[in-house]
């Protein structure tokens, strides 16, 4: 399926997307997209339905074909203080605050957002997956985020963050058991061992 080149034509829309917000550990990760309505590509699709590597390949396409792109993160900590819900919509605001032409409407994945500075906004659910703005978003911050998961998994080898990039595998679960939690895990989750997650 094609995906769609806007919401509504003639306007300029950024697509916006979030990565991380399910992790037990490290950062939310937003990236915020504008692309030339004629813009294309046969790969560009959902990032989750991508390969690593056909994800690396788009991220260079979009980074070096966008009329505008920016990353926002929110830190752990920042997780910890406002909660998980409230730090993606702060990293969805720096993304879209990076951005170096102002978007005239915001295609949102999902089905929650805080308005951003007056700026009109559509959410749209599974929106990664139908239009090409928010696709290009996904990408970017997936791959941002991947890349910054296997910087601290040198520093913490034993969460397998290098493969499960800080989601709740078994492997990291079993992790938390045997080590506890480090810096970079989101305290305010709930991810302490108990006997039901260990059976």
């Given at each position: 399926?094609?995906?769609?080149?806007?919401?509504t034509?003639?306007?300029?829309?950024a697509?916006v997307d979030?990565?991380?917000?399910?992790?037990?550990?490290?950062?939310?990760?937003?990236?915020?997209?504008i692309?030339?309505?004629?813009?294309?590509?046969?790969?560009?699709?959902?990032?989750?339905k991508?390969?690593?590597?056909n994800?690396?390949?788009?991220?260079?396409?979009?980074?070096?074909s966008?009329?505008?792109?920016?990353?926002?993160?929110?830190?752990?900590?920042?997780?910890?203080?406002?909660?998980?819900?409230?730090?993606?919509?702060?990293a969805?605001?720096?993304?879209?605050?990076g951005?170096?032409?102002?978007?005239?409407?915001?295609?949102?994945?999902g089905?929650r957002?805080?308005?951003?500075?007056?700026?009109?906004h559509?959410?749209?659910?599974k929106?990664?997956?139908?239009f090409?703005?928010?696709?290009?978003?996904?990408?970017?911050?997936?791959?941002?985020?991947?890349a910054?998961?296997?910087?601290?998994?040198?520093e913490?080898?034993?969460?397998?963050?290098k493969?499960?990039?800080?989601?709740?595998?078994?492997?990291h679960?079993?992790?938390?058991?045997?080590y506890?939690?480090?810096?970079?895990?989101?305290?305010?989750f709930?991810?302490?061992?108990?006997p039901?997650?260990?059976?």
């Amino acid at each position: 399926m094609k995906l769609a080149a806007f919401y509504t034509e003639g306007r300029l829309e950024a697509g916006v997307d979030e990565a991380g917000r399910g992790c037990y550990a490290g950062p939310v990760v937003a990236a915020a997209v504008i692309l030339d309505p004629s813009f294309s590509h046969p790969l560009l699709n959902d990032s989750k339905k991508l390969s690593a590597e056909n994800r690396t390949k788009l991220r260079d396409v979009i980074e070096g074909s966008a009329l505008a792109y920016a990353i926002g993160k929110a830190t752990v900590e920042e997780i910890d203080s406002i909660n998980i819900l409230q730090a993606t919509y702060l990293a969805m605001h720096r993304a879209i605050e990076g951005l170096k032409q102002k978007p005239e409407f915001l295609l949102i994945d999902g089905n929650r957002f805080k308005v951003y500075k007056g700026v009109d906004h559509a959410c749209l659910v599974k929106g990664d997956g139908r239009f090409a703005s928010i696709a290009a978003a996904s990408i970017l911050a997936k791959t941002e985020r991947d890349a910054y998961m296997q910087q601290l998994a040198d520093e913490f080898p034993q969460y397998d963050w290098k493969n499960n990039k800080g989601y709740g595998t078994l492997k990291h679960r079993k992790a938390i058991e045997q080590y506890g939690l480090c810096k970079y895990h989101r305290k305010s989750f709930s991810i302490l061992p108990n006997p039901t997650l260990f059976p």
